[in-house]
Structure formats: structure tokens, C-alpha cells
């Protein structure tokens, strides 16, 4: 199964490469369409080699993905850790219970109780 995740990771790097090699064309990069940028007044623009413009672009819709995700899942972490301090403090609750229990008897006594 190892091998198998390496050539992925390894046919995957060699068709990125490629596909930045067929791409080193430049292109402008622009922040608003013409006619907006008419009436704003100004346009940023920026020149970058065409591969970089798809991937930033793929790697921007990983980014955002990730993180939407991870702000979506935030209700199903937090029941959890509620639910994880619930168990701890009904714990503890339990071994001092248990320890009242055996408080005034012999302690061999208590052992056996506690194993049966």
C-alpha cells in the first residue's frame, strides 16, 4: 500500500511539473474586469507565468475548502470536548464515591469488593 501512495505522489508530482513546463507563458493578472476599473480609477495588475496563476488558484481552493470545513465542524468539536469534561468530572465523581464506600472497612475487604 506504500508503494502504491508513492507512485501516486510520484505520477502526480511529474504531471504538475509538466504542466508548468508547457506553461511558462506570462500573463497579467487583474484585480477588476475593464469597465469596473474605469470607473474606480485605477486597475492593479500583475504579471506571472501562467502555471502559477492555476495552481495559486488550486492551492487557494484547498486553503478556503480546509478552512470552511473546519469552521463547519466547530459545533461537532465542542459537543465533544463537552462531552469529554462530562465523562472526566462523572469519573472522578465515581472513584470518590467508590472511596466513601470503603471508607471505614478493612482494605483487604475492599479490594474484594471491588474486583467482584
Request: proline share 3%.
Amino acid at each position: 500500500m506504500r508503494y502504491i501512495r508513492y507512485a501516486f505522489w510520484g505520477v502526480l508530482g511529474v504531471i504538475l511539473v509538466s504542466v508548468s513546463l508547457a506553461n511558462r507563458d506570462a500573463v497579467q493578472v487583474r484585480l477588476w474586469p475593464e469597465g469596473l476599473a474605469e470607473l474606480i480609477g485605477f486597475n492593479p495588475t500583475l504579471t506571472l507565468p501562467l502555471f502559477a496563476v492555476g495552481l495559486g488558484g488550486i492551492a487557494g481552493g484547498l486553503i478556503i475548502g480546509f478552512l470552511w470545513e473546519w469552521l463547519r465542524e466547530y459545533k461537532h468539536r465542542r459537543a465533544a470536548t463537552d462531552r469529554s469534561r462530562e465523562v472526566r468530572r462523572l469519573s472522578r465523581e465515581v472513584n470518590k464515591l467508590r472511596q466513601e464506600k470503603h471508607k471505614d472497612k478493612d482494605e483487604v475487604l475492599a479490594i474484594l469488593e471491588e474486583a467482584g
